[in-house]
Antibody, heavy 121, light 111 residues
Framework: QVQLVQSGSELKKPGASVKISCKASGYTFSSYTMNWVRQAPGQGLEWMGWINTNTGNPTYAQGFTGRFVFSLDTSVTTAYLQISSLKAEDTAVYYC??????????????WGQGTLVTVSS | QSALTQPRSVSGSPGQSVTISCTGTSSDIGGYNYVSWYQQHPGKAPKLMNIDVSKRPSGVPDRFSGSKSGTSATLGITGLQTGDEADYYCGTWHSSLSARVFGGGTKLTVL
């Protein structure tokens, strides 16, 4: 079965960087786009963008350019989200979510358990 | 501010039915049959409950159903159970933004 296992919670100081991992198993990693979604405390879901796991080409949503980087290590079927110059407002749970496609429509179908990033001095 | 508009909360008693609306525009819901619904229990990851307006993933009870009319979509839940109490989010593609968008979420309370 499809499994996405994310790295553990992180506590970082403002200005630091963090790299979150998302280890995929149970399917052909390079065949499905990987999304990243942010959920701030008490707030809704916010799509950050995705990465083409076949080409490695990332696409970033508005508001997630510059400090956010999506990357892959296909040898270990893992996707990464790196955030630099962390700010207090980056405090959130970050999810990876694998796309599934049905009849030409694709959507985030399988989700990791989430990684809490807390930014505090 | 979310691109898609959902009611902040809905409620119902066990056994009853509820609907959760998701309102968008011609650039998102109105332009696609692809509307997904997610259930999120506190502290848990979202779970896909309905896809492509009216299809359910394997394992999702047929008590959950989706529909769409114009620029709005609806998730219906029949035979409410206490385990249905959760936050629900709709999502789709927004052509002008070239981005996936979600609704702000609806808290379902089963009284």
């Amino acid at each position: 079965q499809v499994q996405l296992v994310q790295s553990g919670s992180e506590l970082k100081k403002p200005g630091a960087s963090v790299k979150i991992s998302c280890k995929a198993s149970g399917y052909t990693f390079s065949s499905y786009t990987m999304n990243w979604v942010r959920q701030a405390p008490g707030q809704g879901l916010e799509w950050m963008g995705w990465i083409n796991t076949n080409t490695g080409n990332p696409t970033y949503a508005q508001g997630f350019t510059g400090r956010f980087v999506f990357s892959l290590d296909t040898s270990v079927t893992t996707a990464y989200l790196q955030i630099s110059s962390l700010k207090a407002e980056d405090t959130a749970v970050y999810y990876c979510a694998r796309d599934a496609c049905d009849g030409g429509s694709c959507y985030p179908a399988d989700w990791g358990q989430g990684t809490l990033v807390t930014v505090s001095s | 501010q979310s691109a898609l508009t959902q009611p902040r909360s809905v409620s119902g008693s066990p056994g009853q039915s509820v609907t959760i609306s998701c309102t968008g525009t011609s650039s998102d819901i109105g332009g696609y049959n692809y509307v997904s619904w997610y259930q999120q229990h506190p502290g848990k990851a979202p779970k896909l409950m309905n896809i492509d307006v009216s299809k359910r993933p394997s394992g999702v009870p047929d008590r959950f159903s989706g529909s769409k009319s114009g620029t709005s979509a609806t998730l219906g839940i029949t035979g409410l159970q206490t385990g249905d109490e959760a936050d629900y989010y709709c999502g789709t593609w927004h052509s002008s933004l070239s981005a996936r968008v979600f609704g702000g979420g609806t808290k379902l309370t089963v009284l």
